[in-house]
């Protein structure tokens, strides 16, 4: 399906997309952050990139995702071509019902364009999510994913079973009747894929035969582990006939090796906080640079920035070209994070560069 093979353009060897968690810097707002957003995304939709999704995050001062199909809805105003889609909803903090309706009106307003991406964590602390899903009860939405996924895709196919309790209940918009170029009409939806950090979601990928994305840019010890289950799982189905699966990798492309190296040391610390239940907005270079840290934060901050692709232009895509032939991923999608708007849109313009990516 083209929906979800992409073609790599320009000398990449896979297609390149765009992860954007919308960060928004110390001294920035929100809305600053969300123009960021919108310009990125006519930008790599004007060099070629395959696809823009925006992650779900709550309670995180730091990052302006809360509500991906708000946001996407809003995409959709100022770009044309780009898939649009979640990188990812996460499942278990939203009735399957009320996800379908929500992807099934973006897909009204820009169809086949939409891709619906799913996780199985909460995306947030428990606190956060105990608020999100009005129960204490956590570790329910984890355990019935499987069931949450089967309800949704049921929702967004409108093909309850006669008898079911849900068989007289339509999510509306419902699948787009798109016409073949017989001139023959069938039912379109946004095409479904699974979210994963580690084994779990990789597994039922493979065993349901969707396209998978791993979350590499922050868990990548189990980036090749995952991606063999899925590949040594996978079953071909009415949406893949083989395995595809995309990595999310962290990367940022400066002009000067030495202001990536800032940044990606404030992306750290702002990691460290949010990893320390001190969330916050994305430090400035200078704030991280004089910030005191003990020995094992240190440790942390270096952990950390060695899983980001930063430098030159040069060296950013022969990071990326390393990675994609040690992972074999079948498409790259990128995030990159910077105190400022305008850095984190420009490494995107360096990359698009570095590749060879159209101008259009």
Sequence with gaps: MDEIRGTAQGTAPVP?????????????????????????????????????????????????????AVILAHLAAHTDRIRLGSGGVMLPNHAPLAIAEQFGTLEAMAPGRVDLGLGRAPGTDGATAAALRRTDRLNEGADDFPQQLAELTRFLDDDFPDGHPYARIHAVPGPVQATSPGGVQSPHRPPIWLLGSSGFSARLSGMLGLPFAFAHHFSAQNTIPALDLYRESFRPSEV???????????ALATEEEK???????????????????????????????????????????????????????DEVRAGLDDLQKRTGADELMITSHAHRGELRVRSYELIADAYGLPVS
């Design 240 to 250: 893949l006939d083989a395995p595809y699966a995309l990595i999310g990798v962290s």
């Design 259 to 313: 202001e990536a190296r800032r940044q990606v040391r404030a992306g750290a610390l702002s990691m460290l906080r949010l990893r320390s239940g001190r969330p916050g907005l994305f430090p400035a270079p200078e704030e991280a640079e004089g910030e005191q840290l003990g020995p094992l934060e240190e440790e942390f901050i270096r952990s950390w920035s060695a899983n980001v692709v930063h430098g030159t232009p």
């Design 16 to 68: 390149l997309s765009v992860l954007d968690l919308v960060t928004v810097g110390a001294g920035h707002t929100a809305s600053d952050a969300l123009r960021t957003s919108v310009t990125l995304s006519r930008l790599t939709e004007s060099r070629g990139f395959h696809r823009y999704w925006v992650a779900e995050h709550h309670s995180m001062p730091g990052v302006a995702s809360s509500s991906p």
